[in-house]
């Protein structure tokens, strides 16, 4: 049985017996908001005290009880009070929040050591505890709201006296904590990713900590932050949560250890049945229905709902997870998972990611060593029912068909479908399947993904385009593997030479990749031939459309001088890493690891300008990263302009055709239109393909693209 210990009522809530962890003078609870003003509290006159008692009020000690100009004791009513109080104005209103509406004032609870803003509403709370409340705020039907000595607000610190082991880490990437990282408010997927990397580099590790550490104090006593206008009603437990401005929260069963991030522009809400433990949630959030939470940290405008499970995660902005099972992993923005019976464990996905039903990424537990890992590039997509060997590793834009994959798989192709070959019965990679069967989806989440970025704070650059920096040099790789890939298919012939003759376009050549799948099975790659010439199509395009870019940032400067001091300063292709969805060079990532081991960077602050440092940088890094590109598969490629420039606007033609082609296979396949009495009812239901608001659009966004690389073109030619 647990002991209780005995202590006088006169000691409840403060001026405990003073602990060997605290400061001479210091009392268990020290540290109240510094915006308050002191001056603006008065006592209680004599015949406030008489109306309160009236009005069945206690008091441990009425002259503990401070109230600014404005108080009116009649709006309190059978309240306990113990420690001390502050209370501001309370005048003769009611609050309204949506169908909720509430009387100004304290009512039927218990409060120990609060501050109180002016024109709250507080009713049938059992215990509210050591908070200073905003004003404007409404908390109904509570039964316990309290903040303790020690609270952390999902922070990963140790305060005075405690051991080190009580620590909160966030296991990130792997089932045993190899590579776990300490949550702190603030930080971002980058920062997590950052310290997730390089674990055999026990100094940089250790800085990491350092710099964490130093972010909070280890002092105790610490009052909770209850910001204003928050509603919170039905709801069990409250306990060390930290709320920003606007909050909502309507029957939760248990909320502890939590930092709520919350304004005007960017509610946070928390719904029904919820159980949130040891995280922090930041701007714009939705968490409702069911869900579990633990050791997490959810970035701005992301959602939580619908039983799912957060474990030991990071998740991105602009994210959904529902239903499903999430443990163990590191999320970039825009990740959706959305059904059920998916699952998602010991991974690093790099954002622009969908999970699919039935989809099952996680350790096996059949093999001798540790868990195993997965890591995958930006728009991961595992299809129906696909499940997952760890270790496994994908470039960007991968998809994965339906299927049980018996064997470790690690694709550098990026824009890849991936398959069982029934025919063969090995693996079957079909080489740039989206710009050749579904350009649609491609060019539609590249939109969706920027047009749906809710953030207020867009405090990090992320990257929605299929073609960047990172994706440019997995396809320069992809044009490299895929001519040694045809070369070993040939006996050692010329695989360039092979993938350049059009006449080989339909030649039957069974071509076979090595190193992809950890199996005897063998790895067959399909539409080779056309995938490697989309691949240079795209860098020439690429390189056109950044330029036009560049042209219309620099509106003064001569198209033909932007584009020759670039190619001046183009050497070597970098190389890039995404780092929690904003893409940088890995060099310069490299240096600023130095300078944390150095020493000169000894904040996450400095890390966070670092970031926007990078982001300004982008635009015109990425036009050199394009130009790059181009250069690798053609080093003359400018001194013909005009050749170039018809080039892209060729593939310009071929990507917006392919979205509607791709399209327009949903109202052609017949089994579809099985569904439906005749072709207009087809139409009437999901749309007619001419009026898909998405398809014009492209086709005026591309018209327009043209026109304008026209008029570049004979700009750059002067």
């Not at 006592?43 to 401070?66: G, T």
């Not at 113990?82 to 005048?91: C, H, P």
């Not at 092979?498 to 199996?519: C, F, Q, V």
């Not at 003359?636 to 071929?654: L, M």
Request: proline share 3%.
């Amino acid at each position: 049985m647990n002991r209780i210990d005995k202590k006088p009522l006169s000691k409840l809530g403060f001026d405990f017996v003073t602990p060997a962890f605290l400061e001479e003078g210091q009392s268990e609870f020290d540290h109240r908001n510094s915006n308050i003003d002191l001056g603006a509290y008065r006592p209680l006159a004599p015949r406030e005290i008489s109306i309160l008692e009236a009005n069945l009020n206690e008091a441990e000690n009425w002259k503990d009880v401070w109230v600014k100009e404005g108080f009116n004791p009649y709006l309190v009513k059978n309240c306990r009070f113990f420690g001390i109080n502050r209370i501001g104005i309370l005048e003769s209103c009611y609050l309204e929040f949506k169908n909720l509406r509430m009387p100004v004032g304290l009512y039927n609870s218990t409060l120990i050591s609060c501050d109180f803003g002016d024109n709250v509403a507080i009713d049938r709370v059992n215990l509210l505890s050591h908070y200073q409340i905003g004003n404007e705020v409404m908390i109904l039907q509570v039964n316990e709201l309290a903040t303790t000595a020690t609270a952390k607000f999902g922070n990963g610190i140790v305060k005075k006296g405690e051991e080190e082991r009580i620590r909160i880490w966030m296991e990130l990437g792997n089932e045993n904590g190899g590579r776990k990282v300490i949550p702190f408010v603030g930080m971002k997927p980058a920062d997590a990713f950052l310290w997730t990397q390089d674990r055999d580099d026990t100094l940089l590790q250790a800085k990491y900590k350092e710099m964490t550490i130093q972010e909070f104090s280890s002092k105790r006593g610490f009052y909770g932050q209850i910001g204003d206008r928050t509603v919170i009603k039905n709801t069990g437990i409250i306990k060390d949560v930290n709320m920003g401005t606007d909050t909502y929260i309507k029957g939760a069963n248990k909320l502890k250890n939590l930092t709520i991030i919350s304004n005007a522009e960017a509610s946070t809400q928390i719904g029904e049945g919820c159980e949130i433990v040891n995280g922090i949630i930041h701007e714009g959030c939705r968490i409702f229905y069911g869900v579990k939470a633990v050791r997490f940290i959810l970035a701005a405008h992301s959602q939580l709902k619908y039983g799912a499970r957060l474990i030991n995660s990071f998740l991105g902005s602009n994210s959904t997870i529902s239903c499903c099972e999430v443990l163990n992993a590191l999320i970039f923005p825009a990740h959706e998972q959305h059904h059920n019976n998916s699952f998602l464990c010991a991974a690093i996905v790099k954002g622009q990611s969908n999970m699919a039903a039935g989809a099952t990424l996680g350790s096996n537990h059949n093999s001798r060593g540790a868990d195993g890992e997965l890591q995958a590039g930006r728009g991961f997509w595992p299809g129906l029912s696909v499940a997952l060997k760890h270790n496994s590793k994908f470039a960007s834009f991968n998809l994965i068909s339906k299927g049980n994959y018996p064997g470790e798989i690690h694709n550098p192709l990026p824009f890849s479908l991936i398959g069982n070959d029934d025919s063969e019965g090995g693996l079957l990679i079909i080489a740039g399947y989206w710009f050749q069967y579904n350009m649609y989806a491609l060019a539609r989440n590249a939109w969706k993904f920027a047009a749906r970025d809710q953030r207020t704070d867009k405090d990090m650059l992320l990257e929605f385009d299929f073609l960047a920096p990172d994706t440019v040099s997995e396809i320069l790789q992809g044009i490299n593997l895929l001519e040694k890939w045809v070369s070993d298919s040939l006996g050692g012939g010329d695989g360039k030479a092979w993938l350049n003759d059009p006449a080989n376009a339909s030649n039957p050549l069974a071509i076979y990749a090595t190193g992809i799948e950890n199996t005897k099975r063998r790895t067959r790659i399909a539409k080779a031939h056309k995938a490697y010439q989309i691949f240079h199509d795209l860098l020439y395009y690429h390189a056109a459309k950044e330029w036009l870019a560049t042209s219309e940032r620099h509106p003064s400067a001569s198209p033909s001088d932007l584009l020759q001091a670039t190619l001046k300063n183009a050497t070597a292709i970098q190389v890039w890493e995404n780092l929690g969805g904003q893409l940088i060079p890995s060099g310069v990532i490299n240096e600023m690891k130095e300078d944390i081991k150095s020493g000169q960077i000894t904040h996450w602050k400095q890390v966070h300008e670092f970031y926007e440092k990078q982001a300004a940088l982008y635009p015109e890094q990425k036009f050199e990263n394009a130009l790059n590109g181009l250069l690798q598969i053609n080093p003359s490629a400018f001194e013909n302009i005009p050749a170039w420039i018809d080039r892209a606007i060729a593939t310009a033609d071929f990507l917006t055709a392919g979205i509607e082609r791709s399209r327009s296979k949903d109202y052609e396949d017949p089994f579809r239109l099985a569904m439906f009495g005749n072709a207009a009812e087809l139409d009437a239901v999901i749309g007619d393909v001419k009026e898909n608001e998405f398809i014009q659009e492209a086709k005026i966004r591309f018209s327009i693209f043209k026109e304008k690389l026209k008029k570049l073109m004979v700009n750059g030619e002067r």
